[in-house]
């Protein structure tokens, strides 16, 4: 991912290929959350430690390359009312 400030320098097909990659990297976070909270069975005090912190650590990241495709989406939405 490139950084924001760059945003208004890169080509638009770019930008467009790069809010792509967020959404299927967010989409691929998802499912992967959704196979570690049906695991657990039979597991024992720490490792159900360690997966309810990969299961944070995973929403964490979700949640910010959720924001970040969608602050991309808003920028290119600007770019396409000005042109």
């Not at 691929?28 to 069975?41: I, K, M, T, V």
């Not at 039979?42 to 979700?62: H, K, S, V």
Request: net charge negative; hydrophobic share 35%.
């Amino acid at each position: 991912m490139t950084k924001a400030a760059d945003w208004p320098d890169r080509p638009v097909e770019d930008l467009v290929a790069e809010l792509g990659q967020c959404r299927e990297q967010a989409r691929l976070l998802a499912d992967s959350l959704l196979d570690l909270r049906s695991r657990g069975e039979g597991e024992g005090a720490d490792d159900a430690a360690r997966r309810e912190r990969r299961i944070t650590l995973q929403e964490q990241t979700r949640s910010i390359t959720e924001a970040y495709a969608e602050a991309l989406r808003r920028h290119l939405e600007g770019r396409a009312v000005r042109s």
